[in-house]
Every structure is written in structure tokens, then in C-alpha cells.
């Protein structure tokens, strides 16, 4: 199952490396309207998103919508698998810092 970074939608990137060194991995990830991420995994991670939308989630525990505001910030310790879709009216973007 590909990360984050290898995951796409429809053969298109979604997200792009921002920079990587021994300690860190920053992600940029931009989903227009009707765009998604892939079935994919996380390791451990810090998000921010920079611009919300609205998405419907796909994991373990089934499938829910939820609005993620500007702002919006997390910490989770890895995702086994999930996928997205915005399914809201703007673009949402997200840095996703891994550490490693």
C-alpha cells in the first residue's frame, strides 16, 4: 500500500515533498473539489491544514463525512489505511509533518 507521498488520484499527485532530511518529512497536499487521496497508510504525523473543506473518510471503522476548518491541526500516531474525498465546494490544503 503506497504512502501518502506515492499515493495519488486518478494517476495524478496530490501531494508534494516540501522537504526531507534525517528527523522530518514535510508534505504539501491539495485536494480541489471532487478530488481524493487513494487508499493509502500514514506513519506518525503532525497535519495542518492551511484551507479546509469538507471530506468523506473511508477506514477501519467505515465511512463518514467531516468538515475540517482552516486551521484544523492533529497529531496521530499512524493510520493502518484510509482514503479521502473532498466533497465540499473549496480546495483544502494540508502540511503533513512526519517525523522519523
Known amino acids: 500500500m503506497p504512502d501518502p507521498l506515492e499515493a495519488g488520484w486518478n494517476k495524478q499527485a496530490v501531494c508534494e515533498l516540501l522537504e526531507e532530511n534525517s528527523k522530518m518529512r514535510v508534505l504539501q497536499c491539495s485536494f480541489p473539489p471532487g478530488v481524493g487521496h487513494e487508499r493509502h497508510y500514514h506513519s506518525a504525523h503532525f497535519g495542518y491544514a ?7 473518510i473511508k477506514d477501519t471503522t467505515g465511512i463518514r463525512e467531516v468538515k475540517v476548518p482552516s486551521g484544523t491541526r492533529f497529531y496521530n500516531e499512524g493510520i493502518e489505511w484510509h482514503e479521502v474525498l473532498n466533497i465540499g465546494d473549496s480546495t483544502a490544503v494540508f502540511l503533513i509533518m512526519e517525523p522519523k
Open 50 to 56: 492551511l484551507s479546509g473543506s469538507t471530506f468523506r
